[in-house]
């Protein structure tokens, strides 16, 4: 978690003016299955640390509490149990959502809640556009006067082109494997966090 994630979170939600973002941590991706119940804990006080004092900005434990792989659809449909008159919007960065095909149930995803795909650093937006997911696309439609795709249900797709500042994760746990300061990039309560517990610090150094 750093002031990218911040920054983006916070320009998303003005720019479709949500009252509250959820800040998921994805405890058991299926994508990335060497995460070890260690990293969940280390990875949560992070990124409630990043929300503290940020009303705006939510830590979401769901995936933490929930058993098993954390597939997004599931997440969606708690989050609108959750908040059942609430609009749902999924916040996802386009280096993300590019596998979105080989995700669990994406055709579910436009009929649960409307999609914001970001762009992200080193990313660049797909040529000829961002695409419903393939399984789910006979339930959309093109729709040219909003400019986008318009699922079924009535939730939309939608494409964010991030004015904000843009982070490296990777730049982060390089920096602080040499033992660089990053509070430039995460802010100082999570560099002293990852200073304190020697956090992607190379073994033998």
Same mark, same amino acid.
């Given at each position: 978690?750093?002031?990218?994630?911040?920054?983006s979170?916070?320009e /998303?939600?003005?720019?479709?003016?949500?009252?509250? !973002?959820l800040?998921?941590?994805s405890?058991r991706?299926p994508?990335k299955p060497?995460?070890?119940?260690?990293?969940?804990?280390?990875?949560w006080?992070?990124?409630r640390?990043?929300?503290r004092?940020?009303?705006?900005?939510?830590?979401?434990d769901?995936e933490?509490?929930r058993?098993?792989?954390?597939?997004? /659809?599931d997440?969606?449909?708690?989050?609108?149990?959750?908040y059942?008159?609430?609009k749902?919007?999924l916040?996802?960065?386009?280096d993300?959502y590019?596998?979105?095909?080989?995700?669990?149930?994406?055709?579910?995803?436009l009929?649960?809640a409307?999609?914001?795909v970001?762009?992200?650093?080193?990313?660049?937006?797909?040529p000829h556009?961002v695409?419903?997911? /393939?399984?789910?696309?006979e339930d959309?439609?093109?729709d040219?006067?909003?400019?986008?795709h318009r699922h079924?249900?009535?939730h939309?797709l939608f !494409?964010h082109i991030?004015?904000?500042?843009m982070?490296?994760?990777s730049?982060?746990r390089r920096?602080a494997?040499a033992?660089l300061?990053?509070?430039?990039?995460?802010?100082?309560?999570?560099?002293?966090?990852?200073r304190?517990?020697?956090?992607?610090?190379?073994?033998?150094?």
């Amino acid at each position: 978690m750093h002031l990218g994630h911040v920054a983006s979170a916070t320009e /998303v939600a003005a720019a479709f003016d949500l009252t509250t !973002v959820l800040l998921m941590l994805s405890a058991r991706p299926p994508h990335k299955p060497s995460h070890r119940p260690a990293q969940i804990e280390t990875r949560w006080e992070m990124l409630r640390l990043a929300t503290r004092d940020r009303p705006l900005l939510q830590p979401g434990d769901l995936e933490v509490r929930r058993s098993g792989p954390s597939y997004t /659809v599931d997440t969606l449909r708690e989050v609108a149990l959750a908040y059942p008159d609430s609009k749902i919007f999924l916040i996802v960065g386009i280096d993300a959502y590019a596998e979105v095909d080989t995700w669990h149930r994406p055709e579910r995803l436009l009929a649960l809640a409307n999609l914001i795909v970001t762009t992200r650093p080193g990313h660049p937006l797909p040529p000829h556009g961002v695409e419903p997911p /393939v399984a789910g696309r006979e339930d959309c439609c093109y729709d040219p006067a909003i400019g986008g795709h318009r699922h079924k249900s009535g939730h939309r797709l939608f !494409v964010h082109i991030l004015d904000g500042l843009m982070v490296s994760s990777s730049e982060i746990r390089r920096r602080a494997a040499a033992g660089l300061d990053v509070s430039d990039l995460t802010g100082p309560e999570i560099a002293a966090y990852i200073r304190t517990h020697r956090l992607y610090e190379v073994s033998g150094r």
